[in-house]
RNA sequence: GGAGAGGUGCCAGAGCGGCUGAAUGGGCUGGUUUCGAAAACCAGUGUGUGCGCAAGUGCACCGGGGGUUCGAAUCCCCCCCUCUCCGCCA
């Protein structure tokens, strides 16, 4: 969440950014949020006030004559009343704007791009050239199925729609392609995570996917907790509630976890193949670091390079778009893109997402540091990005290296993960 | 699931109705000492929020939420978490 005093200092920056992210009703939250503050701060130093004197009249108690007593407790008794309706009103507005302010999306940076969804993002760069064939290419489920590799329709009755089973060959390359995804970023200093996939709710607040992302996320009411649709959630709420050391930064993490989305909303939209299913795999890299914007913006390209580096070894061509305002998330600041070239698609599809947050998870979170210089405890800055998310990959990992058979040729890079072939699958 | 023990500042750990925002130790910062360092010694050092140019000062905070009381870290109730034992089980 923002800081209260950036919403009084610059009411306008806020309201703006939520309209930025074209959610008008986000804005208003911002008025409403001003409003109970107003009062809070009103109500304030006189509940103080009636603090301090209760507090020194029970000091002088002691010292009353016996006789004094009675009617001077008869008056404090008075006054207790009197403060406690007062306290009451102060928890209500302090809840209150708990409420409102967790509601209050964080401001897109100047650079984020104008734009009401995903089709006014806004190409960056681009490595690879979309894959030419000679023969007419196979889209990845007829590939799938063709080869045994893929069964949606018993996935689909015994588990529903948007579910699949992965066979034999491709099952491998699943796996694979995620092994080596960690092993770059281990390589590359981050260290590995095996985290919950059930969270308590204070952990969907603090990294911004509630208020508002309810719809989307499994649930399990008897015991109160959420399954992930991101590993950017345990991960990130690691240090929540924590004093980290100046001299223990950057966080550097990365997660793979299975990934839980209810995708509602979405019927009709993506129904073939593996684009959008309930459940995956994620390799994910989380950075937490000083509240330094000139860092955290070093950090975000480094993490998108982390990302471009992997779909280069998987010799995928792909391109970075910066992310419109309108296909922001609530919490984000600025966000990238990667989209691989899907064949079937005859278009580039998203396959990685990476966010920078400044402050504003690790405020929800309580996630502070002790900087060298001043002894001020700040905020942390929080940043994340896909390494590799599978099976989306797989798509144009078969789409983009089919041979004219129907078999698959496996790029160098992970070969050793499968013990060395170069070709998947037999000729159809 | 049953029975106990406990959750206090950056960390460890006392306190168990007012004199406690909190002993003590560690850490950290500054100083003395030293050619320099270590050690030793001295001093300072919680977080949030209000007012103030500042020095300073009011209030809140001892896992979370309620309650008792003129007054709660301390007493009572609920919840969460950690640990030990028993049961169950991968």
Same mark, same amino acid.
């Given at each position: 969440?923002?800081?209260?005093?950036?919403?009084?200092?610059?009411?306008?920056?806020?309201?703006?950014?939520?309209?930025?992210?074209?959610?008008? #009703?986000? =804005?208003?939250?911002? %008025?409403?949020? +001003?409003?109970?503050?107003? !009062? &809070?701060?009103?109500?304030?130093?006189?509940?103080?006030?009636?603090?301090?004197?209760?507090?020194?009249?029970?000091?002088?108690?002691?010292?009353?004559?016996?006789?004094?007593?009675?009617?001077?407790?008869?008056?404090?008794?008075?006054?207790?009343?009197?403060?406690?309706?007062?306290?009451?009103?102060?928890?209500?507005?302090?809840?209150?704007?708990?409420?409102?302010?967790?509601?209050?999306?964080?401001?897109?940076?100047?650079?984020?791009?104008?734009?009401?969804?995903?089709?006014?993002?806004?190409?960056?760069?681009?490595?690879?050239?979309?894959?030419?064939?000679?023969?007419?290419?196979?889209?990845?489920?007829?590939?799938?199925?063709?080869?045994?590799?893929?069964?949606?329709?018993?996935?689909?009755?015994?588990?529903?729609?948007?579910?699949?089973?992965?066979?034999? #060959?491709? =099952?491998?390359?699943? %796996?694979?392609? +995620?092994?080596?995804?960690? !092993? &770059?970023?281990?390589?590359?200093?981050?260290?590995?995570?095996?985290?919950?996939?059930?969270?308590?709710?204070?952990?969907?607040?603090?990294?911004?996917?509630?208020?508002?992302?309810?719809?989307?996320?499994?649930?399990?009411?008897?015991?109160?907790?959420?399954?992930?649709?991101?590993?950017?959630?345990?991960?990130?709420?690691?240090?929540?509630?924590?004093?980290?050391?100046?001299?223990?930064?950057?966080?550097?993490?990365?997660?793979?976890?299975?990934?839980?989305?209810?995708?509602?909303?979405?019927?009709?939209?993506?129904?073939?193949?593996?684009?959008?299913?309930?459940?995956?795999?994620?390799?994910?890299?989380?950075?937490?670091?000083?509240?330094?914007?000139?860092?955290?913006?070093?950090?975000?390209?480094?993490?998108?390079?982390?990302?471009?580096?992997?779909?280069?070894?998987?010799?995928?061509?792909?391109?970075?778009?910066?992310?419109?305002?309108?296909? &922001?998330?609530?919490?984000?600041?600025?966000?990238?893109?990667?989209?691989?070239?899907?064949?079937?698609?005859?278009?580039?599809?998203?396959?990685?997402?990476?966010?920078?947050?400044?402050?504003?998870?690790?405020?929800?979170?309580?996630?502070?540091?002790?900087?060298?210089?001043?002894?001020?405890?700040?905020?942390?800055?929080?940043?994340?990005?896909?390494?590799?998310?599978?099976?989306?990959?797989?798509?144009?990992?078969?789409?983009?290296?089919?041979?004219?058979?129907?078999?698959?040729?496996?790029?160098?890079?992970?070969?050793?993960?499968?013990?060395?072939?170069?070709?998947?699958?037999?000729?159809?």
């Amino acid at each position: 969440m923002l800081d209260i005093r950036t919403l009084r200092e610059n009411p306008d920056a806020a309201r703006a950014g939520a309209i930025k992210k074209h959610l008008p #009703d986000r =804005a208003e939250a911002v %008025d409403r949020a +001003l409003a109970v503050d107003t !009062e &809070l701060r009103g109500l304030v130093p006189t509940l103080d006030a009636m603090r301090s004197e209760q507090k020194n009249a029970g000091k002088q108690l002691g010292k009353l004559a016996p006789e004094e007593r009675e009617a001077f407790l008869a008056v404090q008794k008075e006054k207790k009343v009197e403060l406690h309706k007062l306290e009451e009103r102060e928890k209500r507005l302090k809840h209150q704007l708990e409420e409102e302010l967790m509601l209050v999306p964080n401001i897109p940076d100047a650079e984020v791009p104008e734009g009401k969804d995903d089709t006014l993002n806004v190409e960056v760069r681009k490595w690879g050239v979309p894959t030419k064939f000679d023969f007419e290419p196979r889209a990845h489920y007829d590939l799938g199925e063709a080869q045994g590799w893929l069964d949606f329709t018993r996935a689909a009755e015994m588990a529903g729609s948007r579910n699949y089973m992965l066979f034999g #060959d491709l =099952a491998l390359l699943h %796996d694979a392609v +995620l092994r080596l995804a960690v !092993e &770059l970023m281990v390589e590359r200093g981050f260290t590995p995570i095996d985290p919950p996939l059930l969270v308590r709710d204070a952990a969907m607040l603090g990294t911004g996917f509630f208020p508002g992302g309810e719809e989307q996320t499994y649930r399990c009411e008897k015991d109160g907790l959420n399954l992930i649709g991101t590993s950017e959630v345990p991960v990130t709420s690691l240090h929540a509630g924590e004093m980290l050391k100046a001299d223990d930064l950057p966080k550097k993490y990365v997660a793979r976890s299975a990934c839980f989305r209810r995708e509602a909303g979405t019927y009709g939209k993506d129904t073939r193949g593996l684009y959008r299913v309930h459940q995956f795999q994620k390799v994910e890299q989380v950075i937490v670091d000083v509240a330094d914007r000139d860092k955290s913006i070093e950090h975000h390209h480094a993490i998108v390079q982390n990302a471009e580096d992997l779909l280069q070894k998987l010799e995928l061509p792909y391109r970075v778009v910066a992310v419109c305002g309108g296909d &922001l998330g609530v919490p984000q600041a600025m966000k990238y893109d990667i989209e691989t070239w899907m064949p079937s698609r005859e278009h580039y599809g998203e396959t990685h997402s990476a966010s920078r947050f400044y402050d504003y998870q690790a405020r929800r979170l309580n996630l502070r540091y002790r900087p060298k210089e001043s002894k001020k405890p700040l905020f942390c800055h929080t940043l994340n990005n896909t390494v590799i998310a599978s099976p989306r990959v797989l798509i144009p990992l078969l789409e983009c290296h089919q041979n004219a058979d129907g078999t698959v040729r496996v790029p160098a890079a992970l070969q050793p993960l499968l013990g060395g072939r170069e070709v998947l699958g037999r000729a159809l």
